[in-house]
């Protein structure tokens, strides 16, 4: 596969916030990112988050008032995904904090993946998935098998040395 960019990996996503201390508390609280540092000469309002290898920038609108309403939870919406460990442990701890949520089931050749969908204090679509169940098959060439980056770079260090 070519790489005409030389693109390495995914740096940030950008949220535009009605509340950035609304938004602060949701990626931190609920999605578990960690404030990280902005740089001073920014003339706006934000906040940098990090974890999982991402990067979440919080944007204050400059039109809180007449940004988009949000609407009901849509899985055919603009969102960001998130692998996780446990589709049942995700669950419990969204009751748990009353944030509502849909359920999808995705099958593939006997292969099940687990959605559930939710909205950002702003309306941005969250899923959080075992997506990593489904191997990734380009239309041409080799099946790959996604994985989380400690897998991935162990799988790395095992092929070289059978090389």
């Given at each position: 596969m070519e790489n005409p960019l030389h693109l390495?990996?995914?740096?940030?996503?950008?949220?535009?916030c009605r509340s950035v201390e609304k938004s602060l508390d949701f990626y931190q609280n609920i999605l578990g990112f960690f404030p990280i540092r902005r740089p001073g000469s920014f003339n706006f309002d934000g906040a940098w988050l990090f974890n999982y290898g991402i990067g979440i920038h919080l944007l204050q609108s400059e039109d809180p008032e007449n940004m988009p309403k949000i609407r009901i939870i849509n899985p055919k919406d603009n969102h960001i995904s998130f692998q996780c460990e446990s589709m049942t442990t995700v669950e419990k701890r969204l009751k748990e904090m009353e944030i509502e949520y849909i359920k999808s089931r995705v099958e593939e050749g006997g292969i099940y993946v687990d959605q559930l969908f939710f909205h950002d204090p702003d309306g941005m679509m969250i899923e959080i998935c075992n997506c990593d169940n489904l191997p990734v098959i380009p239309l041409s060439g080799e099946t790959l098998r996604p994985c989380s980056t400690l897998r991935c770079s162990m799988q790395r260090k095992k092929n070289q040395q059978l090389v």
């Open positions: 390495k990996s995914l740096n940030h996503i950008s949220v535009v």
